[in-house]
């Protein structure tokens, strides 16, 4: 598909003032290069590591996509493998995305971080790095918000014989120590770590959220397929029903393995894992749950059950022609008694899904709601000059993936070019 090789940066010079700086190198920031270059904008991509470090580094053994691999997108780089239905593992993101970067050769400094951004002096902005200083007259900010991972405070009080693992560095059940593991958390990561704990024979407490699901298929098409049809992925963030609360939300749980299915929580109860409500807090030797189990499987089910309520409808108002399927029946459901305790001498391991916190920080400019949050309107911030990229939500529900990256890019470096062309004439 992609040739498993390392991309070597080229070796750019460390400008002192460059007109753009985008400050991350991940697939956001190298389409943002890629625009960038298309409409001859002179720029610099900042990477405080390396070119795709984010898929390489802090990804299971076993992760894959769970959009398929025609959404993957990238501007001038679309799927080019003979798998377009199937899901890339680990190892083919990361070949997708160097493959990319080779493509058109990006001005990217790897190894630079970005300590410090602030106003310039006589306006744009100055960046520092451990390799200097410089200057610029815009910014675009492609780091993504999941900066630092998150575990409760209280983490800290479990015994030392438990070993503890984020699920950015989880990477596969032999890590852990023989025994039981409770995973806590059913985004995402939560729910497909479960799983490859499930399969691998081990033993799985499974700490259940709010996380909805969804269907991986449904009358003869993959979920995905249908959305994009019907154009969920193209909504714009003020369109959605909870408006730019949308941002905050969690993302449906499924998987793309072994070429993608449905992950069924009740499911893995009925074939032995053990499921709790919400993990609250520690009482002495036991971890204690919120009593919302039955709440937070039955409010998932009928979030999966709603998409197949557009579908259906979508086809009807189409006209189109797609096999029907019954309808999904609970295989398992909590008795009113469920535990909701579990006494820490039962585990031996705790893979904390809790997500991440945002860490802006290093940004010195008012560009921040109360909560930290950038504040912009399709990635142009309050602070002119300054933009940002690759969050979820941008613009759409396709914002922030392979899928809707493009889009977004474009838009920014459409509005950058023209704010620095006249000023470069000008200059000139």
Not at 33 to 61: P, Q, Y
Not at 298 to 326: F, Q, Y
Not at 351 to 356: D, I, K, Q, Y
Request: proline share 7%; charged share 20%; glycine share 10%.
């Amino acid at each position: 598909m992609y040739e498993q090789t390392t991309w070597g940066a080229p070796r750019v010079p460390f400008p002192s003032h460059i007109p753009v700086a985008v400050v991350g190198g991940g697939q956001a920031g190298l389409a943002m290069s890629w625009c960038l270059r298309r409409r001859g904008v002179a720029h610099v991509v900042l990477e405080r590591k390396t070119i795709a470090h984010e898929w390489s580094d802090a990804r299971w053994d076993s992760f894959c996509l769970v959009t398929p691999n025609w959404q993957c997108r990238l501007p001038g780089w679309p799927y080019r493998g003979d798998d377009p239905d199937g899901f890339m593992v680990r190892d083919e993101i990361v070949a997708y995305v160097r493959a990319y970067a080779a493509s058109f050769d990006p001005p990217v400094l790897e190894h630079t971080p970005v300590d410090g951004l602030a106003a310039g002096p006589d306006g744009g902005f100055v960046l520092t790095t451990p390799a200097g200083t410089l200057s610029a007259d815009h910014v675009v900010l492609a780091t993504g918000g999941y900066h630092r991972p998150f575990v409760p405070a209280w983490a800290h009080r479990l015994p030392e014989r438990i070993a503890q693992v984020h699920s950015s560095a989880y990477r596969n059940p032999q890590q852990l120590p023989a025994g039981d593991v409770l995973v806590v958390g059913t985004g995402q990561s939560g729910a497909q770590i479960a799983e490859d704990l499930h399969l691998a024979g081990r033993s799985v407490h499974l700490a259940v959220g709010r996380a909805p699901r969804i269907a991986r298929f449904y009358r003869g098409r993959d979920m995905v397929a249908w959305l994009h049809d019907m154009g969920h992925y193209d909504m714009p963030v003020e369109q959605h029903r909870n408006g730019e609360a949308a941002r905050l939300g969690t993302n449906h749980y499924v998987t793309g393995r072994d070429g993608g299915r449905d992950i069924d929580l009740r499911a893995f109860a009925r074939d032995g894992m053990r499921l709790y409500g919400r993990l609250t807090g520690l009482r002495g030797g036991v971890l204690a749950f919120a009593h919302d189990l039955a709440a937070n499987l039955d409010a998932a089910d009928r979030v999966s059950e709603n998409a197949k309520d557009l579908v259906d409808r979508h086809i009807a108002e189409a006209g189109l022609h797609a096999p029907t399927e019954p309808r999904y029946r609970p295989v398992w459901a909590p008795r009113p008694d469920h535990p909701a305790a579990l006494d820490l001498d039962r585990i031996s391991g705790v893979v904390w899904c809790t997500g991440f916190r945002s860490n802006w920080s290093w940004v010195r400019v008012p560009a921040f709601d109360g909560r930290g949050y950038p504040t912009h309107s399709r990635g142009l911030t309050s602070v002119p000059g300054l933009s940002v990229l690759g969050l979820p939500w941008l613009h759409t529900w396709g914002s922030g993936r392979f899928a809707g990256i493009a889009r977004d890019a474009e838009y920014l470096a459409e509005h950058i070019a023209t704010a620095v062309q006249p000023a470069l004439a000008a200059a000139g």
